[in-house]
């Protein structure tokens, strides 16, 4: 696939005391510029769904409601997704690898693209060579190996090379948040 064509795609799915639920989906380039941005009305589950989902309302809303919905909402089709709520690692949808991303304070690997597996379905990914490399966490049953894996290693090394590639969930977690507040 060329770098052209790559469109990440970062999900959040955000919870507010006062507000509700909601989410978003921002949809960038392999340079990290946003191509579309798509977010959830607040969700405020009613006491008897409190009642009747008990513990599971939150993972039911994170992903059967607002996950599946903002990705059926998308104009685009997307390379991959990256969250931050493993979660949402529970989303099924076979068409779209979804991957946990976070930073970490690791020391640095070798060289841009050089990863360390830390379970079969878990790696450190070096995508810079001054940086330090991030942790991709994938679905249980996901090996961190062959064309999925490696597309998805070559998509953010590349994209390392312009940007910090886990920046752009913060990016969204900030826009929800001017949402939550209504401060746009």
Same mark, same amino acid.
């Given at each position: 696939?060329?770098?052209?064509?790559?469109?990440?795609?970062?999900?959040?799915?955000?919870?507010?005391?006062?507000?509700?639920?909601?989410?978003?989906?921002?949809?960038?380039?392999?340079?990290?510029? =946003?191509?579309?941005?798509?977010? &959830?009305? =607040?969700?405020?589950? +009613?006491?008897?769904?409190?009642?009747?989902?008990? %513990?599971?309302? %939150?993972?039911?809303?994170?992903?059967?409601?607002?996950?599946?919905?903002?990705?059926?909402?998308?104009?685009?089709?997307?390379?991959?997704?990256?969250?931050?709520?493993?979660?949402?690692?529970?989303?099924?949808?076979?068409?779209? !690898?979804?991957? $946990?991303?976070?930073? +970490?304070?690791? @020391? !640095?690997?070798?060289?841009?693209?050089?990863?360390?597996?830390?379970?079969?379905?878990?790696?450190?990914?070096? &995508?810079?060579?001054?940086?330090? =490399?991030? $942790?991709?966490?994938?679905?249980?049953?996901?090996?961190?190996?062959? &064309?999925?894996?490696? @597309?998805?290693? %070559?998509?953010?090394?590349?994209?390392?090379?312009?940007?910090?590639?886990?920046? !752009?969930?913060? $990016?969204?977690?900030?826009?929800?948040?001017?949402?939550?507040?209504? %401060?746009?």
């Amino acid at each position: 696939m060329s770098v052209e064509n790559v469109k990440l795609a970062y999900g959040i799915a955000y919870s507010s005391s006062s507000k509700g639920y909601l989410g978003a989906i921002l949809i960038t380039d392999y340079k990290g510029f =946003p191509l579309e941005f798509r977010y &959830t009305d =607040p969700i405020v589950p +009613t006491k008897i769904q409190q009642v009747l989902y008990g %513990e599971g309302l %939150e993972k039911y809303l994170k992903i059967d409601v607002i996950t599946d919905s903002l990705i059926k909402a998308l104009s685009q089709d997307i390379s991959v997704l990256f969250v931050e709520d493993e979660d949402i690692l529970a989303y099924k949808n076979s068409k779209i !690898p979804i991957v $946990r991303l976070s930073s +970490t304070k690791a @020391s !640095p690997l070798s060289a841009a693209g050089d990863y360390q597996k830390i379970k079969k379905n878990e790696v450190l990914l070096q &995508t810079s060579h001054a940086k330090c =490399p991030i $942790r991709l966490l994938f679905k249980d049953d996901f090996v961190c190996e062959g &064309t999925i894996f490696d @597309s998805i290693v %070559e998509m953010l090394v590349d994209a390392g090379k312009f940007m910090d590639v886990d920046e !752009p969930l913060s $990016r969204v977690q900030k826009t929800l948040e001017l949402i939550c507040n209504q %401060e746009i």
